[in-house]
Antibody, heavy 117, light 109 residues
Framework: QALLEQSGAEVKKPGASVKVSCKTS????????INWVRQAPGQGLEWMGW????????GSARKFQGRLTMTRNTSISTAYMELSGLRLEDSAVYFC??????????WGQGTLVTVSS | DIEMTQSPSSLSASIGDRVTITCRAS??????LNWYQQKPGKAPKLVIY???TLQGGVPSRFSGSGSGTDFTLLISRLQPEDFGTYYC???????????FGQGTKLEIK
């Protein structure tokens, strides 16, 4: 079955950038989009963006446009999410998720990003 | 973007109760509606996709219905392991912007 393993927790200062990795296994990486979803402490799920690992096409929520970069390394079946210009309110758990048809069937375990001065 | 609104925001129910959570889309999304369950400190887990199809391994006490703008998640006989927060998600967007509802926190009495 599909397995998504994310990189470890990060602590960043305001204005910095963070890059989270999502290493996949158990399926053909280029066959399914990877989505990124975040969850601020005590809050709901917020969809951020998607990336097609085959074409490298991406799309993102309007609020992240200009700050969110999604990339991939197909040789190691890994997707990356980089968020720049970090603000205190970007402190959250960031999840990657595989899109199967029209739903997200497999998720990473989450990566806690803390933005603190 | 398509906005999703869930109700209630939270509820408390007893073991064996019938529980209903509703989700409304800001426009017609046909049956492109998914439900996820999330427990504290864990990633969300897919429960229902396509408005009414049960994900493999999910107990049959869960069911989903609806189309267009109004959807329902039903738990027919609540079990202790069903606590958590439930999110609906639309997957109608042609640009793959699959937005979530704000969540419904289900507590066991």
């Amino acid at each position: 079955q599909a397995l998504l393993e994310q990189s470890g927790a990060e602590v960043k200062k305001p204005g910095a950038s963070v890059k989270v990795s999502c290493k996949t296994s158990g399926y053909t990486f280029t066959n399914h989009d990877i989505n990124w979803v975040r969850q601020a402490p005590g809050q709901g799920l917020e969809w951020m963006g998607w990336m097609n690992p085959n074409s490298d096409y991406t799309g993102s929520a309007r609020k992240f446009q200009g700050r969110l970069t999604m990339t991939r390394n197909t040789s190691i079946s890994t997707a990356y999410m980089e968020l720049s210009g970090l603000r205190l309110e970007d402190s959250a758990v960031y999840f990657c998720a595989r899109r199967l048809a029209y739903w997200f069937d497999s998720w990473g375990q989450g990566t806690l990003v803390t933005v603190s001065s | 973007d398509i906005e999703m609104t869930q109700s209630p925001s939270s509820l408390s129910a007893s073991i064996g109760d019938r529980v209903t959570i509703t989700c409304r889309a800001s426009r017609d999304i046909s049956t492109f509606l998914n439900w996820y369950q999330q427990k504290p400190g864990k990633a969300p887990k897919l429960v229902i996709y396509g408005a009414s199809t049960l994900q493999g391994g999910v107990p049959s006490r869960f069911s989903g219905s609806g189309s267009g703008t109004d959807f329902t998640l039903l738990i027919s006989r609540l079990q202790p392991e069903d606590f958590g927060t439930y999110y609906c998600q639309q997957s109608y967007s042609s640009t793959f912007r699959y937005t979530f509802g704000q969540g419904t926190k289900l507590e066991i009495k």
